[in-house]
């Protein structure tokens, strides 16, 4: 794993292989020495975010010199800093280098620990590989990357690399989660895993298994679970650092695998369903950043993790079930299992007298159709803390953007013979989808749909093809945000 810090020019021993500076497109990079301005003038660079270009010699700092384009500088922002860092840490990585250093670009109002923040992160984020499964894994990674800052503020800069290192070693252990098969991403494997969260950072845990799931009436999880020879588990993780105040409960859909049950979905692409428990990973990989980041505040996870899969024990269309909550829900299609497993978790949290709640989940393909894999989905019955999450999806570039739930959507899911059903058909699909799980909700709560955004078939600068960690860093800079 790769060692992010921040150094300043003159730190005594600092000599990285490479170091890369910022090439802002319409400018001359006139100030780096002649050959620096020779590569732009002739046009191997023009300053386009993603493009780099190598010279040596050129300065006694390092042997190779990298310009790396970051746009216009009147248009440059964090996400774009955070690009141009995993841009020069995997362009260094295929160079084979050990080191390599990055010189924090300025951006004006904001500062340096943001700065160096949102450059670690990136360069951390761009060096990730999913390839433990391969026999020849290519060994081969960076381990030292600099963020190069000026002696002034580089006490600032050193707590920004830090910071951005923790949240983004959590989305790493989201993606590591659920870019594992369903075959070793089981729901015991997920309660293994807050096991060693809970005790790295003594935090709380409970897992229910199937004998603790019945007994507390959790009957959406228990009815999803039950046709599994994996047995399900609700995972209940307990960060406790603010002292009387009220915690934030994370809440997070793992659905190891998502098979659709009896109503099956079709054969193409069902092996994408092994990220239904995308939601689940980013609640864990949040509360990794939490402990790390040792947060003042009280955060309990839950995670309700299962597989969905037919079976001669599996529930049916038609069947209604009791909730957790009491209320009782008309299964339409099994393959709407989601919403049925998180409702228990929302009905379980009230117990937590909760000041906010937000739930995660790859919840519908409707909300991919909507807003693609450039944006979650974002719902709920609080503005405010909408708006909270709305910001901390900017920040981190996690874009998260609201969606009504209005009362007609409540009606779409009015039951026949229970009092709601699990699916209002085909439209507005994330919608009825979020209005199902607001009848579990009473204290401010807000839903972020990732189907579309926890993992893709690209990558771009700093994600893979696979698991994203969406929404993993947005849920920690949320949570920063109420430390303040
Ligand atoms: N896990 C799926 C949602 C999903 C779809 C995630 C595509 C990622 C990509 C969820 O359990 C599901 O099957 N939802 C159905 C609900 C419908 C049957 C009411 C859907 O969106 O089609
Ligand atoms: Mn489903
Ligand atoms: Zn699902």
Known sequence: MVTIGATSRTTEGFAPEIL??????????????????????EGDISGKPGETALLYGQQSLAPRLMLVGLGERDLLTTEKIRR???????RARTLKLQSAAFSLPVLPDTTIREVARTAAEGARLGLYRFDRHKSAADAQDLETFWLVADEGTLDEATEGAELGARVAEGAVLARDLANEPSNVATPEHLAERARKISEKYAMGLHVLDWAGIEEEGLTGLATVGRSASNEPRFIVLEHRKGGEEAPVVLVGKAVTFDSGGISIKPTAGMEDMKFDMSGGAAVLGAME?????ALPLNVVALVPATENLPGGDAFKPGDVLKMHSGKTAEIVTTDAEGRLILADALSYATRYEPSAVVD?????GACVVAL???ASGLMGNDEDLMAELQTAGETTGEKAWPLPLFEEYTEQIKGDTADIKNSGGR?????????????????????????????GKKGNAYT?????????????????????
Do not use: M
């Not at 500076?21 to 003038?41: H, P, T």
């Not at 141009?84 to 995997?90: F, I, K, L, N, Q």
């Not at 950043?289 to 980041?293: D, E, P, R, T």
């Open 20 to 41: 890369a500076v910022a090439l802002y497109k319409g400018e001359s990079a006139q100030d780096l020495g002649e050959d620096a301005a020779r590569v732009v003038s």
């Open 84 to 90: 141009a860092a995993a841009t020069v840490a995997r």
């Open 289 to 293: 950043a939490v402990g790390a980041l």
């Open 360 to 364: 995660c989940a790859t919840l519908t």
């Open 372 to 374: 693609g894999d450039h």
């Open 427 to 455: 439209g507005g699909g994330a919608l009825t989808a979020g209005a199902f799980l607001k009848e579990f909700a009473d204290y401010p709560w807000a839903h972020l749909d990732v189907a579309g955004t926890a993992y």
């Open 464 to 484: 893979t093809k696979g698991a994203t960690g969406v929404p993993t860093r947005l849920l920690v800079e949320f949570l920063i945000g109420r430390t303040r």
